[in-house]
């Protein structure tokens, strides 16, 4: 019989086979990686001497725009999604995702969207220039004539994300094998699922606020406009509604990957798996309760401050839970340290440094004195580049021989984990210091008190940008250019040619190929 199955591009347009479409994610994600980061290094360009260097304010705002972006709905977001199709249906014994079809559209959604996203560089009036949280009335009464391929835009995602994340319910509630439970699922797994509710509930009211800010541009309406009896202060309610739980999407998924890479390498079972799966679900709960803390500024009512304040607060506790829980795994554990589980110990590591700073601005009086200072943007980058960049560079390097069946250089990765950890760090270090002393986000030029935190950003930053080709050319020797060696089950089982026979064996790549037994 002849072959029918595609070949070449028809292969990747019309695929509905889940690790195809986990792979196009992956590759669309870091090409928008790449692209976000090219965006940093010219707003790192521009602070790396206070006065105006290379480029107009205007175009430094587009940068900032875009950057965030391109960065939390282009990066981050398609990432993770791209590791749910590849490791979802092998984890849980399923042959395919539930709605491959569907699957399949959901990802080509994504290129138009940020073809239009970026077409809007070459309109009239340049790219929306009012920051990735789009603010009205910036991004209503002064947004610029591309404001509207950005909504559009917004809208293309919401789809795409609301669509994966349907899949991943269906597939995690329908196709689990015969004697899989929920609560024998990996972390991994359950970590998606909770995060797939959260898509479904919020990426709704993100569509509701842009299609409100259309009719705000061409309609005739005034929502989020006071001279026609709106509020602007209305906007960030609804966006923040969907922003802060948002930042939980993009973080859960990196706390089911170090929870499976922890054990791992710790040659011990997850202490407190039930925990785990219950703070999770707290988290997920509580982010929806604490969206007013981005706007204690705004000039809200004590009793409304006390409240975000408090319950800003309280969901520390379930993020401790995990940490603890984590830090007790590799208590006294036979630890190795392979690339994934550094990036993993860094992982949490950093992600608890982010963490402090935000207990810090969960305090009314003191968000007063940060808000829209440097201290913020130092805060979100060390929750989200070391919290959910690095976990899926975990992932990749960790699950990459069992999607290529070779293994990876360990010493180009591990020279390009210490790169990025130190580039990470005094990138975004120095700028807690410049935000304590007041130096404000978005602005192109500042005091020359804040140089030497500005420079040492800048040069990390450029640092950390050219460290990414490092993995760009590990990811193509392993998976184009099949150089390594040949992975096989047992490749964990030996670090730095001892074998640990007597020890607990670690999960294998291969463990999620036969679907789990009947108790």
């Known amino acids: 019989m002849a072959d029918h199955k595609p070949k070449g591009i028809s292969r990747w347009l019309f695929t509905t086979n889940h690790k195809d479409i986990g792979t196009m994610y992956l590759v669309f994600s870091f090409i928008m990686f790449l692209i976000g980061g090219a965006m940093a290094m010219v707003i790192r360009a521009e602070l790396f001497q206070p ?71 070459f309109m009239e009036g340049g790219a929306p220039n009012f920051g990735w949280t789009f603010y009205a009335p910036l991004s209503t009464t002064y ?29 995690v509630f329908n196709m689990r094998a015969p004697g899989m439970t929920l609560m024998k699922m990996p972390l991994f797994v359950w970590t998606w699922l ?57 973080i859960l998924p990196a706390f089911g990957i170090a929870s499976a890479i922890i ?38 009512p004590v009793k409304g401050e006390l409240f975000f304040m408090v319950a800003t607060m309280l969901i520390a506790v379930p993020t401790g839970v995990k940490v603890f ?82 293994m990876y250089d360990e010493k180009l990765a591990k020279i390009h984990f210490w790169l990025s950890i130190v580039f990470v760090n005094l990138t975004f270090f120095p700028m807690h210091f410049s935000g304590l002393a007041g130096m404000q986000r978005r602005v192109p030029d500042y005091n020359i008190m804040f140089s030497d935190f500005n420079m040492w950003s800048s040069i990390g930053a450029f640092g950390l940008g050219l460290t990414q080709f490092l993995f760009l050319w590990i990811l193509i020797k392993t998976c184009m250019l099949k150089k390594g060696e040949k992975a096989t089950d047992q490749v964990w089982e030996g670090a730095e040619g001892l074998e640990f026979t007597h020890l607990p064996s670690p999960a294998p790549y291969h463990s999620f190929d036969t679907p789990p037994k009947v108790d």
């Open 194 to 250: 909770i995060t797939a509710f959260l898509l479904v509930m919020v990426m709704p009211v993100l569509a509701g606020a842009v299609t409100m800010m259309l009719t705000d541009r061409h309609f005739g309406t005034s929502f989020f406009d006071a001279a026609g009896g709106g509020d602007p202060v209305m906007f960030q309610h609804i966006f923040w509604f969907f922003g802060h739980p948002e930042v939980y999407i993009m």
């Open 325 to 406: 829980n984590w830090i007790a795994t590799m208590w006294q554990g036979s630890i190795t340290y392979e690339t994934p589980m550094l990036y993993a110990i860094a992982f949490v590591i950093l992600f608890t440094i982010g963490g402090f700073s935000g207990v810090m601005l969960a305090l009314t009086p003191v968000d007063w004195q940060y808000h829209d200072t440097y201290f913020v943007v130092a805060h979100f980058h060390y929750v989200l580049f070391p919290g959910a960049i690095f976990g899926t560079m975990a992932a990749v390097y960790y699950w990459m021989p069992k999607w290529t069946g070779r």
């Open 51 to 121: 006065g105006l260097q290379f480029v107009e304010p205007n175009f430094f705002n587009q940068m900032t725009t875009l950057h965030g972006l391109i960065m939390v709905f282009g990066a981050v977001m398609p990432a993770t999604v791209g590791l749910a199709n590849w490791l979802i249906p092998m984890m849980i014994g399923a042959p395919d995702m539930a709605l491959p079809r569907m699957n399949n559209w959901s990802f080509w959604i994504l290129p138009a969207a940020f073809i239009l996203l970026l077409s809007s560089l």
């Open 143 to 171: 947004g610029p004539p591309s404001t509207d391929f950005f909504i559009f835009g917004v809208h293309l995602m919401g789809i795409s994300s609301i669509m994966g994340a349907i899949n991943v319910i269906v597939t």
């Open 263 to 300: 054990p791992t390498f710790s040659r011990k079972k997850l202490f407190g798996y039930s925990s785990m799966v219950y703070a999770t679900a707290s988290i997920a709960f509580l982010s929806f309760i604490v969206w007013a803390h981005h706007m204690f500024t705004v000039g809200m």
